[in-house]
Nanobody, 121 residues
Framework: QVQLVESGGGLVQPGGSLRLSCAPSGSIFSINDMAWYRQAPGKERELVAT???????NYADSVKGRFTISRDNAKNTVYLQMNSLKPEDTSVYYC???????????????WGQGTLVTVSS
């Protein structure tokens, strides 16, 4: 089964920037809604941002004005540009998407394996 693969995590200083990417590991027909979630140690997973196939976006209040979600439908890739990072943004970031494996199949919600973002001086 095709999975989602995230990349771009790492260590960054407060105030810095990172860009996360997420794409399927193999061939699919299309992708509907896509989203980024995050989970900090000892906390529940929370929604960070969502984007529809038509690029309508929504953000958690904690990241509005600092993070930007975008997608490239030709590449079946979703991005999360993170600016003005704060120590409280430290989390494992997960990609989530509704994958359509073939023309006549219903979308299947799939999670990536996560990528760690650490904001620290």
């Amino acid at each position: 089964q095709v999975q989602l693969v995230e990349s771009g995590g790492g260590l960054v200083q407060p105030g810095g920037s990172l860009r996360l990417s997420c794409a399927p590991s193999g061939s699919i027909f299309s992708i509907n809604d896509m989203a980024w979630y995050r989970q900090a140690p000892g906390k529940e997973r929370e929604l960070v941002a969502t984007i529809t196939r038509g690029s309508r976006t929504n953000y958690a209040d904690s990241v509005k004005g600092r993070f930007t979600i975008s997608r490239d439908n030709a590449k079946n890739t979703v991005y999360l540009q993170m600016n003005s990072l704060k120590p409280e943004d430290t989390s494992v970031y997960y990609c989530n998407a509704d994958l359509v494996y073939s023309r006549y199949m219903r979308p299947v919600k799939v999670w990536g394996q996560g990528t760690l973002v650490t904001v620290s001086s």
